[in-house]
């Protein structure tokens, strides 16, 4: 008699975990009607597969077939809560965005034009030995797009110079544009254009060894010009 022995081998399938950080949101909302701000325009996406080969695809951008959206198609005005959706992701592949929601105010698209543009150059960045002499921006005005509610709130658009930028002669550079409220908070805003080249140009220091000296240089100046006219 012949004995048959039947082996059964399991057979364990691995599977592969990745993170991806800053995938975009892709947002669906009507972009004549409305504005929308105060969320967060990147999530983490975390995927799981047992093929390498498709796994390592997703993560590199450049080759990346799934894609996060949120879907606003039907919201109306207010702040709302929006599910993450997760499209055309390969088989085999499961993700999970975090957050798997975002807030977003949604409010009448409003666009105002010729706003006035407001240099500003914090002392602290300026040479101590120098002093500003003029300030000026290619951009003296500029259009802003919000929410009606935003629009409100602002009190004035300025150009800033970068924090990391210090003033020790002249400078000419592109600067961001910012919309802030009496408060200098930011504001959720699109400017346009957003940024513009900033022109400062500076003087040394007058020394002021007392207050009588620079006094009287004050008003030797005003004698001057008033004998030259």
């Known amino acids: 008699t012949t004995l048959f022995r039947s082996t059964t081998r399991q057979v364990k399938s691995e599977t592969y975990t990745n ?25 983490s996406v975390v995927l799981t597969g047992a093929n390498r080969v498709t796994l390592a695809s997703e993560m590199q951008e450049s080759t990346r077939k799934f894609k996060v959206t949120a879907d606003l198609t039907d919201a109306s005005i207010g702040t709302i ?13 499961t993700a999970v965005a975090t957050p798997q929601k975002i807030t977003v105010k949604v409010g009448k698209k409003v666009k105002r034009d010729g706003m006035i543009v407001v240099p500003q150059v914090d002392q602290s960045q300026i040479d101590p030995k120098l002093q500003l002499d003029s300030v000026t921006v290619s951009n003296e005005r500029v259009s802003v797009t919000t929410d009606q509610e935003t629009l409100a709130k602002i ?7 970068p924090t990391s930028e210090r003033i020790t002669g002249n400078y000419s550079g592109s600067v961001p544009l910012q919309a802030i409220d009496r408060n200098g908070v930011v504001l959720p805003v699109v400017i346009t254009p957003f940024d513009t080249t900033m022109k400062v140009t500076t003087k040394p220091v007058a020394p ?15 004698a001057t010009s008033s004998k030259t006219n």
């Open 81 to 93: 809560e929006v599910p993450l959706n997760i499209e055309n992701l390969p088989s085999g592949l």
């Open 208 to 222: 002021s060894s007392s207050t009588s000296s620079s006094s009287e240089t004050s008003s030797s100046t005003k």
């Open 155 to 161: 009190d004035k658009v300025i150009a800033l110079l």
């Open 19 to 43: 993170t991806i950080a800053n995938v975009p949101i892709d947002i669906h909302y009507d972009n004549d009607q409305y504005f929308i701000s105060g969320f967060a325009s990147e999530v």
